[in-house]
């Protein structure tokens, strides 16, 4: 085998590995965007589930509200009935 052929060999070689780390880089790449393109999609699925539970907090905190007022109304609802009935009773106790 002469020098020429050997060199021919060696850049074969060169450019074998050259073509198998070009290939490995892009492969690589390709997989870190595949990771990242996951990690987005995971977390705009946090966010979104993150958004439904604020919503549901607000609707829920709403009706907590909701619910409050309408007890402190029929509380005053009841007072403003014995506060009726007490003042019929002192009417008629007053009377006699």
Same mark, same amino acid.
């Given at each position: 085998?002469?020098?020429?052929?050997?060199?021919?060999?060696?850049?074969? /070689?060169? %450019?074998?590995?050259?073509?198998?780390?070009?290939?490995?880089?892009?492969?690589?790449?390709?997989?870190?965007? +595949?990771?990242?393109?996951?990690?987005?999609?995971? /977390?705009?699925? %946090? =966010?979104?589930?993150?958004?439904?539970?604020?919503?549901?907090?607000?609707?829920?905190?709403?009706?907590?509200?909701?619910?409050?007022? +309408?007890? =402190?109304?029929?509380?005053?609802?009841?007072?403003?009935?014995?506060?009726?009935?007490?003042?019929?009773?002192?009417?008629?106790?007053?009377?006699?």
């Amino acid at each position: 085998m002469n020098i020429t052929d050997k060199f021919h060999d060696i850049k074969k /070689l060169y %450019e074998q590995k050259l073509t198998d780390q070009q290939s490995n880089y892009y492969s690589n790449i390709k997989q870190c965007g +595949n990771d990242y393109e996951k990690k987005i999609q995971s /977390l705009r699925q %946090e =966010v979104k589930e993150l958004n439904q539970k604020y919503h549901f907090t607000l609707e829920e905190k709403e009706q907590i509200k909701i619910d409050f007022e +309408n007890q =402190v109304n029929n509380i005053f609802s009841s007072f403003e009935i014995i506060r009726y009935l007490d003042s019929r009773n002192l009417s008629s106790n007053t009377s006699k």
